[in-house]
DNA sequence: ATGGCACCATCTTGGTGA
């Protein structure tokens, strides 16, 4: 099965970029942040046409994220547990339904800029709540993962210029231990698994030129349950997509695993 | 040191992002 995660910046500009994607690579599984729109303005006819389920988890302007998949999807659950006054629209679930079963969380994890200040704090305070979640996948012992746009680049390899990400919410050290303390509960950051070194993107800035530069970070991620990281066998990053016309500013991230 | 670009809303400008 082929899972990809794509932070697709807006449904309604991306439309056609994200189904021409989609009939590329051919995933079974998309899984899309930033798609800043309702659920009733999602196009998911267009998806439906393809032989997706389409579930979305949507609000106005800003956020939102969706799951696609070809397979069927059980048990869809919407929000991150642990704050009933978080109305922001950043995580789905799902159970996709294939020989094995996977539970899939798809998320948009917030920016936090400006850090420190109220949106930081937002963004650790979130972070605490998605560590709780990971525990809790963590107990049932089955094949899960959390994906999408994790707004942390995990090392300084993960960047092009680290230095000037130094005080940036996505590199800060609370920032990453926060991200190190979710994955030393026992999950497997698909990509590192797969490749090392430095020069590996999922985002480039739309401005001063950061693509043409290859100024770009990781920052799009797939972790793995132990139970999943089994299962493991590829994950790569489709950057030839950034250089397309109109693109989103993220790329997206894919892994195959054996189900 | 700064801004640069793109998206969205209904506004031709400001909020947000990373």
């Not at 609370?174 to 999922?202: C, K, M, Q, W």
């Not at 693109?247 to 894919?254: E, I, K, N, Y």
Request: net charge negative.
């Amino acid at each position: 099965m082929k899972l990809a995660t794509f932070n697709i910046n807006g449904i309604k500009a991306r439309a056609p970029a994200l189904a021409e994607w989609l009939d590329e690579a051919q995933p079974d599984v998309a899984v899309l942040q930033e798609i800043k729109s309702v659920d009733e303005a999602f196009p998911r006819e267009m998806f439906e046409d393809r032989g997706y389920a389409v579930e979305t988890h949507g609000q106005k302007s800003f956020n939102g994220v969706a799951i696609l998949s070809k397979l069927p999807l059980e048990d869809v659950t919407r929000g991150l547990p642990g704050d009933d006054e978080d109305d922001q629209a950043r995580w789905i679930e799902a159970t996709v339904v294939g020989k094995t079963s996977l539970r899939i969380c798809g998320m948009y994890l917030p920016n936090g800029n400006p850090a420190p200040g109220p949106k930081y704090d937002y963004k650790l305070a979130w972070m605490e709540r998605l560590h709780a979640r990971a525990q809790d996948l963590l107990k049932s012992e089955e094949p899960a993962l959390m994906t999408g746009d994790f707004n942390i680049i995990p090392q300084a390899e993960d960047a092009k210029t680290p230095d000037a990400w130094r005080d940036d919410a996505l590199f800060r050290p609370e920032s990453r231990t926060a991200f190190r303390r979710i994955v030393n509960l026992g999950f497997t950051d698909a990509f590192r698994a797969r490749t090392y070194g430095p020069g590996h993107y999922s985002f480039w800035d739309y401005q001063a030129g950061a693509w043409q530069r290859d100024n770009g970070i990781r920052i799009d991620h797939v972790l793995l349950s132990p139970e999943a990281a089994d299962l493991l066998k590829d994950c790569k990053i489709d950057a030839y997509i950034r250089g397309k016309e109109k693109p989103s500013d993220h790329v997206p991230v894919w892994v195959e695993l054996d189900i």
